[in-house]
């Protein structure tokens, strides 16, 4: 519905796109995905490390991640280069994530399983989904941000490839290792290879220099209140 540049599904109403066409996204996506538009929850995200429950939330509460226990309930975060984590607690949670290098530095997503564990769930059940975002092949950084990570997660989440280069970073890779190191089994990790800036079908925040809309991924908790 949207027209350029936030062509044609952004799900975003704090990017400049007409807010009709938005809420109109909205609802072709709360349809296809057989989700109430009420009960597809999502928060504004500020880079930092806040959890919050969707039924404590509204569009304009602060937070990166958001999760629910509620059945019928949808969470989601809205990226265009951020790394956006699906996460499955078999134990009758969902959880959505959003996660730049602030949010993978700070370990959001350890923020956010240590709330799903507090509430009940089991760490070793539950399941991942790393979404697309901007990959290795793109992300190129500089400052102190690769010693950093290097430092954090390990030599292998920076390429480098020679001194008129700059490093790359692996973001994703970055937040597969914190999965790791808390010992959540690699098989249910699923990490979705597309990376957002060199794939003309996403949304790129660096590739259109910030001008541009935001995917929703998202996860439904199966219930009753489903349509
Ligand atoms: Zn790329």
């Known amino acids: 519905m949207s027209g350029k540049p936030f062509d044609s599904l952004n799900t975003s109403f704090g990017v400049g796109d007409d807010p009709l066409a ?5 609802a072709r996506l709360s349809a296809s995905a057989r989700v109430e538009p009420s009960k597809l929850h999502f928060v504004k995200q500020v880079h930092g490390d806040r ?4 039924s404590a939330a509204t569009p ?3 937070a990166d991640a958001v999760w629910t226990e509620v059945p019928g309930t949808a ?11 699906l996460i499955e607690d078999p134990g009758g949670r969902v959880a959505a994530v959003h996660a730049g290098w602030r949010g993978v530095e700070n370990e959001i997503v350890t923020r956010t399983i240590e709330r799903l564990v507090a509430r009940g769930g089991e ?9 697309p975002c901007i990959q290795r092949c793109c992300f190129e950084v500089d400052g102190d941000l690769p010693r950093r990570f290097e430092a954090a997660f390990g030599a292998k989440v ?3 490839s020679g001194e008129q280069i700059k490093p790359h970073l692996d973001l994703p890779l970055a937040v597969q290792e914190t999965l790791s190191r808390l010992g959540v089994p690699e098989g249910h990790v699923a990490v979705l ?3 957002t800036m060199c794939d003309a079908r996403f949304f790129s925040h660096r590739r259109e220099h910030g001008v541009t809309g935001r995917h929703l991924s998202f996860i439904t908790l199966p219930g009753a209140a489903a349509l």
């Open 22 to 26: 938005v809420k109109e996204n909205l």
């Open 51 to 54: 959890v919050v429950e969707a």
């Open 75 to 85: 969470v989601g975060v809205r990226t265009a280069d951020c790394v956006p984590i």
């Open 123 to 131: 760490l070793a059940q539950l399941r991942f989904a790393i979404g």
């Open 158 to 160: 920076v390429v480098r």
């Open 193 to 195: 290879p597309q990376c």
């Open 60 to 62: 304009e509460t602060e």
